[in-house]
C-alpha cells in the first residue's frame, strides 16, 4: 500500500481555511447599510503594510455598491498608549484622506483596546463585522481573550490578518477568531491582490451576510468569496 505525500501546508491552505468560515456567522441586519470597523497596527513595523492598506480600502467600498453600500471606522494605535477612532465613513474618499493623516509610530500593540471599542460600537448601532490587520502580539492573552469572548456574545465577527509568521501573534489571533466566530489568515506584502479579495469579501458580508457572498462568489472575482464561504462553513474549535 502506497503512503500519501504529506500535503504541505503554505499561505494559500491558509486562505482557503479563512474563508472557508463566514457560513458560521451571524447575518448583519438586512436592509441597512453595513458597518465595519477596519483596525490596524499603526506601530512602526507596520509602515510598508500601512501604504498597502491605503491603496486597497477603497476596493471595500466598490464591492458592496449594488446591495446597500458600506460605512467603515478606522480604528488604529501606535506610540506609547495612542488608539484613536476616527468618524464613520461612507465612502473611499473619505476613509483614504484619514488614512493618509496617519504616520506609523514605535510602539506596543494596543488589540485589547480595539476590541473594547467595537463592543463599546455596537452597543450604540449593529456592527456587521470587523477587520483587523497586524503583525505581532505584546499583550496579557487572558485579558484579551477576556475581551473577545464578550464581543463574540454581541455577534460581531472579527476577521484578523496577520503579516508575517510571528507564532504567538499567530495563536492570539486564531483564539481572537475563535472567540468572536470570525476567521484568521496570514498574508505578506507580495499578496495585495488577495488581500484586497479578501477584504473586498469581508465587506461584502458585513453588508448583505451570506446570500450576498455566495452571489459575490459566483462572479468573476470572486475566488476569495469561495474560500471565505468554505472557512465559515466550519465551526472553530470548541465552536458551533
Same mark, same amino acid.
Given at each position: 500500500? %502506497?503512503?500519501?505525500?504529506?500535503?504541505? /501546508?503554505?499561505?494559500?491552505?491558509?486562505?482557503? @481555511?479563512?474563508?472557508?468560515?463566514?457560513?458560521?456567522?451571524?447575518? =448583519?441586519? @438586512?436592509?441597512?447599510r453595513g458597518r465595519l470597523v +477596519?483596525?490596524?497596527?499603526?506601530?512602526?513595523?507596520?509602515? =510598508?503594510?500601512?501604504?498597502?492598506?491605503?491603496?486597497?480600502?477603497?476596493?471595500m467600498f466598490e464591492a458592496t455598491?449594488?446591495?446597500?453600500?458600506?460605512?467603515?471606522?478606522?480604528?488604529? $494605535? /501606535?506610540?506609547?498608549?495612542?488608539?484613536? *477612532?476616527?468618524?464613520?465613513? =461612507?465612502? @473611499?474618499?473619505?476613509l483614504s484622506r484619514l488614512m493618509?493623516? #496617519?504616520?506609523?509610530?514605535?510602539? /506596543?500593540?494596543?488589540? !485589547? %483596546?480595539?476590541?473594547?471599542?467595537?463592543?463599546?460600537?455596537?452597543? %450604540?448601532?449593529?456592527?456587521?463585522? *470587523?477587520?483587523?490587520?497586524?503583525? @505581532? +502580539?505584546?499583550?496579557?492573552?487572558?485579558?484579551?481573550?477576556?475581551? &473577545?469572548?464578550?464581543?463574540?456574545? $454581541?455577534?460581531?465577527?472579527? $476577521?484578523? +490578518?496577520?503579516?508575517?509568521?510571528?507564532?504567538?501573534?499567530?495563536?492570539? +489571533?486564531?483564539?481572537?477568531?475563535?472567540?468572536?466566530?470570525?476567521?484568521?489568515? /496570514?498574508?505578506?506584502? !507580495?499578496?495585495?491582490?488577495?488581500?484586497?479579495?479578501?477584504?473586498?469579501?469581508?465587506?461584502?458580508?458585513?453588508?448583505?451576510?451570506?446570500?450576498?457572498?455566495?452571489?459575490?462568489?459566483? !462572479?468573476?472575482?470572486?475566488?476569495?468569496? #469561495? &474560500?471565505?464561504?468554505?472557512?465559515?462553513?466550519? =465551526?472553530?474549535?470548541?465552536?458551533?
Amino acid at each position: 500500500m %502506497k503512503t500519501q505525500p504529506t500535503k504541505r /501546508r503554505d499561505t494559500n491552505d491558509d486562505v482557503a @481555511a479563512f474563508l472557508e468560515k463566514v457560513k458560521a456567522v451571524r447575518k =448583519p441586519d @438586512a436592509g441597512r447599510r453595513g458597518r465595519l470597523v +477596519f483596525a490596524l497596527d499603526a506601530t512602526m513595523s507596520r509602515q =510598508p503594510t500601512w501604504d498597502m492598506a491605503c491603496s486597497i480600502q477603497g476596493e471595500m467600498f466598490e464591492a458592496t455598491k449594488a446591495i446597500g453600500g458600506l460605512d467603515v471606522q478606522l480604528v488604529y $494605535f /501606535r506610540g506609547y498608549g495612542e488608539c484613536k *477612532a476616527g468618524r464613520w465613513q =461612507p465612502d @473611499a474618499d473619505g476613509l483614504s484622506r484619514l488614512m493618509s493623516r #496617519v504616520e506609523c509610530h514605535a510602539g /506596543r500593540t494596543q488589540i !485589547g %483596546k480595539v476590541l473594547s471599542h467595537i463592543r463599546k460600537e455596537t452597543t %450604540k448601532q449593529r456592527i456587521g463585522a *470587523a477587520v483587523y490587520v497586524g503583525d @505581532a +502580539f505584546e499583550e496579557d492573552i487572558d485579558k484579551v481573550c477576556h475581551v &473577545a469572548g464578550n464581543l463574540g456574545l $454581541f455577534g460581531v465577527p472579527v $476577521f484578523l +490578518f496577520q503579516e508575517g509568521h510571528d507564532p504567538v501573534a499567530r495563536k492570539a +489571533f486564531q483564539e481572537i477568531a475563535r472567540l468572536t466566530n470570525g476567521a484568521w489568515c /496570514r498574508f505578506d506584502q !507580495g499578496s495585495a491582490g488577495r488581500l484586497k479579495a479578501l477584504l473586498s469579501a469581508v465587506a461584502i458580508y458585513a453588508s448583505g451576510g451570506i446570500k450576498a457572498l455566495e452571489h459575490h462568489s459566483r !462572479g468573476a472575482d470572486g475566488e476569495a468569496a #469561495v &474560500a471565505l464561504l468554505g472557512q465559515l462553513r466550519k =465551526p472553530g474549535p470548541g465552536g458551533g
